[in-house]
């Protein structure tokens, strides 16, 4: 790699770097591993827009004192956050005014071809790679997931990981090869599989339909404690040891109540050759309905409404950004003042 592109990098990255600092985001995001970009963006004083953009993804405006950042409502959510990374970046560099298109997605930092990419876009490169997915929360991740690095060889650990990044799965496996979990031949492996054959594989078999704006989250008792920020359509597949031969099941009244919808719902053997021993379960459901909030699965027997061996929380809430108009939170600001 030549040396102005390594600067070029560092910039992104360093500037990358102060921003959390500045914004406190290590103790800020607590378990969440999802960087808030949107709020970034708001609070570094521009104004954002979400708007029907085709072929552009987005686009940096400055007008004297007045800044703006415009981001399409027609790519799903980790394309769209990542591009609003990328934005940030050309703010906070105090780069030219500037539109972007599909090339920031497709270009990739580690090949040679990228040293034809101008100055001010590998800075905003870095900055979005750095920014929304820092070391730091690579490494949040590895720990509350107890991952090791064979875990990174599989697909479906990148998709998994990209859903909890509120990224594209793309970006994360290049932020992975940027903080050494991936050989670049693993990564070049990784970006070939298509992360709809590895839904489909989550969803075994059942009827989906349109995958268009459907990403299918699988969680786990390690997704305890976790913010799931999901589009209106996607589906969760829920994977749980269960103590079923003492009597305990997993519940989830509590869900139901509050409008997710049960697809599916089985339970297999974990050791067939062992009577009384350990079942996965397999719940399958949809949350369009369901409403944001924190939620708690609890393993238990049926007839006890007190015990529990184990229990899951996750906090739920819908993604914002994907509608027409002025980002919904900084338009409230601007009416209460
Ligand atoms: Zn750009």
């Keep these: 790699m ?4 390594r600067l070029a990098i560092l910039r992104g990255m360093k500037a990358a770097e102060r921003l959390h600092r500045d914004l406190g985001s290590r103790k800020a995001m607590d378990r969440s591993v999802r960087v808030d970009v949107f709020s970034a963006i708001a609070r570094a004083g521009a104004i954002l827009m979400f708007k029907s953009l085709d072929p552009l993804l987005g686009a940096f405006m400055r007008e004297g004192d007045l800044m703006g950042v415009m981001l399409t409502v027609r790519r799903p959510i980790g394309q769209q956050r990542f591009t609003g990374a990328h934005e940030l970046g050309h703010l906070i560099m105090g780069h030219e005014p500037h539109a972007d298109d599909e090339g920031i997605l497709r270009r990739a930092p580690m ?3 990228y040293a034809q990419v101008p100055e001010q876009e590998r800075e905003a490169d870095a900055f979005a790679s750095n920014f929304l997915l820092p070391k ?3 490494a949040k991740l590895h720990d509350q997931q107890s991952w090791d690095r064979r875990n990174y060889e599989n697909p479906h650990t ?3 990981a990209s859903l909890r ?4 799965y793309r970006a994360t496996i290049q932020a992975y090869e940027r903080d050494g ?3 670049s031949r693993q990564r070049r492996t990784l970006v070939g599989v298509m992360p709809r054959d590895l839904k489909a594989e989550l969803v075994d078999g059942h009827d989906v339909g349109d995958w268009r704006d459907r990403d299918v989250w699988r969680l786990t008792e390690r997704d305890e404690g976790s913010v799931i920020e999901a589009n209106r359509k996607d589906l969760f597949v829920l994977k749980l040891k269960e103590h079923g031969g003492s009597g305990y099941l997993w519940t989830y009244e509590e869900l139901e109540r509050a409008g997710f919808l049960v697809l599916k719902d089985e339970a297999e053997a974990m050791y067939p050759e062992r009577i009384g021993g350990p079942r996965r379960r397999y719940i399958l459901g949809e949350a369009s309905a369901l409403e944001n909030g924190s939620y708690t699965l609890r393993e238990r027997r049926p007839w006890r409404a007190d015990d ?3 229990q899951v929380t996750v906090h739920f809430r819908h993604a914002l950004g994907r509608e027409n108009g002025q980002y919904a939170p900084q338009l409230d600001r601007l009416a209460a003042n």
């Design 111 to 113: 090949e040679g071809s």
């Design 165 to 168: 990044f509120g990224a594209s």
């Design 181 to 183: 979990f991936l050989s």
């Design 308 to 310: 529990g061996v184990n």
């Design 158 to 160: 990148l998709y998994q």
């Design 2 to 5: 030549a040396y102005n592109d």
């Design 136 to 138: 730091f929360l690579l």
